[in-house]
């Protein structure tokens, strides 16, 4: 059974001698909404265009819906839907009227299709206001419905979120979870804002000058984020079993030959460091660590960088 929606295989875009994309291989999931994370210029729009065909790798395998061949993925990409940089609207136009245009364009018979995705991204009552006069984030959520319109399996974005103010933001964001859960959709969305993603994706691959340089789950994620007290001891199976019975908690995790992570009541140093002390465990170093999601991010992208 084809579980991958997406995956690529050392996919390579070089223009001149620089590469924009270097070696990528990824998979995307039936079910996914995929947070692909980098910094502006990181490669995450080459990337998308590469998988939407609007533009082509040098090298590398680009597989779809279980299709790699150059027909199979064209047929595969007809269950796509994509927003790559700004969506071709017309800006004098309403709603209504620039879906009726694309709906023609595509080939779509059924014309109850147009109401049924202003449904789906809560833009029923625009009547004849142009997309001109749209706010930001009514022109994003317009450009979600162009990218729906197909009744797509399979939906990229890329930064839908950049530029809307906290409403938009949270507009965005609620839209995307009901068409994923409701609609079983499977999203690709690229952003620069790991705080906000991690609101709503369920795995992540962050790019760094071209090169992926990790994917994780978001409950991976959680994990590296988490704070936590480090310890550092003399003997951790001792001290394991003096945190379970003693502190009382079993939200720990011996990290290598010397290291306790405590993730409850962590912030008692003072309690746990005599206790364990106490008990014939010696300490020698206790910290709170554990990034935010922003200094977690700057510190994969800077061993990206030096890894180069």
Do not use: W
Not at 62 to 90: C, D, H, W
Not at 115 to 121: A, C, R
Not at 128 to 149: C, E, I, V
Not at 266 to 279: F, P
Request: charge should be neutral.
């Amino acid at each position: 059974m084809q579980n991958n929606v997406l995956q690529t295989r050392n996919i390579t875009k070089r223009y001149g001698t620089a590469a924009a994309v270097d070696n990528v291989s990824l998979a995307i999931r039936k079910g996914d909404i995929y947070g692909l994370i980098g910094r502006n210029g990181a490669g995450k729009t080459t990337l998308m265009r590469m998988i939407t065909a609007l533009t082509f790798a040098n090298s590398g395998e680009l597989e779809i819906f279980g299709q790699t061949s150059e027909k199979g993925l064209n047929e595969s990409r007809k269950r796509m839907g994509s927003v790559v940089e700004m969506p071709a609207l017309y800006p004098n136009l309403t709603a209504v009227q620039n879906l009726e245009y694309y709906r023609i364009l595509r080939g779509i018979p059924d014309k109850n299709v147009i109401q049924k995705t202003l449904e789906l991204v809560n833009l029923t009552d625009t009547g004849k206001k142009k997309f001109k006069n749209f706010s930001l984030g009514m022109k994003q959520r317009l450009g979600l419905a162009l990218a729906l319109l197909n009744s797509p399996d399979f939906i990229i974005l890329d930064e839908p979120i950049n530029g809307l103010d906290p409403m938009g933001i949270v507009e965005m964001r609620e839209t995307i979870k009901k068409l994923n859960t409701e609609n079983s959709i499977t999203f690709m969305i690229s952003s620069h804002i790991l705080s906000e993603l991690s609101l709503i994706a369920t795995r992540y691959g962050i790019i760094e000058g071209g090169r992926l340089i990790k994917e994780l789950t978001a409950a991976e994620l959680q994990e590296q984020c988490q704070q936590c007290l480090s310890v550092k001891v003399d003997d951790t199976a001792k001290a394991s079993a003096i945190i379970e019975t003693v502190l009382q908690t079993k939200k720990y995790k011996v990290v290598g030959s010397d290291e306790i992570r405590i993730y409850e009541n962590y912030s008692d140093t003072a309690e746990v460091t005599y206790q364990l002390n106490a008990n014939g465990v010696r300490v020698s170093g206790v910290a709170v660590v554990g990034d935010n999601l922003e200094e977690y991010f700057v510190s994969l992208v800077e061993k990206g960088v030096k890894n180069a």
